[in-house]
């Protein structure tokens, strides 16, 4: 029925002055007679005028304008009607100069102001066909298989040192934004990041079985020497805690970790290192801690392994200062002489 409704009120004579003469688009005319732009197509086709090929009659001229000193190609943005240069439009093949006809700021506002619409059109399209394109996708690929394969590891070969770069470049200035980022993410869906750690550990035994085993072969002689190494210093040295002591102790740190919120995996550290061939097993310089924390410590000064980056992530400060000033005090000393006491027992520790 518009159509017949709207052919009445356009004569042919007047379409084709509005098309070929001032090159309006088909959706302009259907806003000036109030109608659908499928129905100034129709009436093109009937009337046998014809239509110009999409954005064909209106291609921005490309002009010669100065930049920054410099003369550059420009165009003429669609949305802002300014002047710009050639850089400052996103690339697209089909339009005049090989940019887009929208400037990158006019594409960026557009976006920012219809965000929500533009995200949920998106999903419900990509969600509405997904099943269909997938199926396409994957014909498509088990078709040109051999040439894809090909292409893709030309581009691979050709990128990849300068691809490389630009990751860790992106990475390294924007490495406090990602890691929030994924925290966040992890916190979100703990349950699942939980339930994947799983899966891959269960996945990943036999991978990583071998891979110690390996790893043993390799460093045999070090890792043995090491164990008996640590075994002679314990025995050397004085072992003096009782049972009730240790029990003591980890009452004093709510049967928790000494540095971090954890409750269970715990381990026995010793503050100054056994490896050391100082210190010892007594009250003093014995306390709980996180498997994973005891791991990071290993036989490096508690003092400069305090200092490290990684470890402030891992260890509670507070709780830190309050095992020195704890530990201090059962060795009958000031914080730091306690400091100076350790540094010394570094300083002329076993080699
Ligand atoms: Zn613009």
Redesign the pocket.
């Known amino acids: 029925m518009a159509n017949i409704k709207v052919q009445n009120k356009i004569s042919k004579e007047e379409l084709s002055e509005l098309c070929l003469v001032q090159h309006k688009s088909m959706r302009e005319i259907a806003k000036m007679f109030d109608c659908n732009h499928t129905t100034i197509g129709d009436l093109l086709k009937r009337y046998g005028i014809p239509s110009r090929p999409p954005g064909g009659a209106r291609k921005a001229q490309i002009v010669q304008i100065e930049h920054d000193g410099q003369m550059v190609e420009a165009k003429r ?6 002047v ?1 240069p050639l850089e ?1 439009f996103n690339v697209g093949r089909k339009s005049s100069g090989g940019r887009q006809p ?6 960026k506002r557009h976006y920012e102001d219809n965000r929500t619409h533009i995200n949920n059109k998106s999903m419900t399209n990509y969600y509405k066909n997904h099943e269909e394109n997938k199926l396409k996708r994957r014909l498509y690929y088990s078709k040109h298989k051999i040439q894809l394969r090909k292409q893709q590891k030309e581009y691979y070969l050709l990128n990849h040192e300068k691809n490389l770069l630009a990751n860790r470049h992106y990475y390294h200035t924007n490495k406090d934004t990602i890691l929030q980022k994924e925290r966040l993410k992890r916190m979100e869906n703990i349950e699942y990041y939980r339930e994947q750690d799983r899966k891959r550990y269960v996945r990943r035994k036999e991978q990583r079985s071998i891979y110690h085993q390996k790893y043993y072969e390799m460093n045999k002689a070090t890792i043995k020497l090491n164990s008996k190494k640590r075994k002679t210093s314990l025995k050397s040295l004085p072992f003096t805690l009782t049972e009730q002591q240790w029990d003591q102790i980890q009452s004093d740190f709510n049967y928790g970790c000494a540095l971090s919120k954890h409750h269970s995996n715990l381990n026995m550290e010793h503050f100054i290192p056994v490896s050391w061939g100082h210190g010892g097993t007594y009250v003093g310089n014995v306390y709980p801690v996180h498997w994973k924390i005891n791991h990071s410590k290993s036989d490096t000064n508690p003092f400069v392994w305090i200092e490290r980056k990684d470890v402030k992530e891992l260890v509670d400060m507070d709780k830190w200062h309050r095992l020195i000033s704890y530990l201090a005090e059962h060795n009958h000393l000031s914080v730091d002489k306690f400091r100076d006491f350790v540094t010394w027992c570094e300083k002329t520790r076993e080699q």
């Open positions: 943005c669609t949305v802002c009607n300014e710009k400052d929208k400037c990158k700021e006019c594409r």
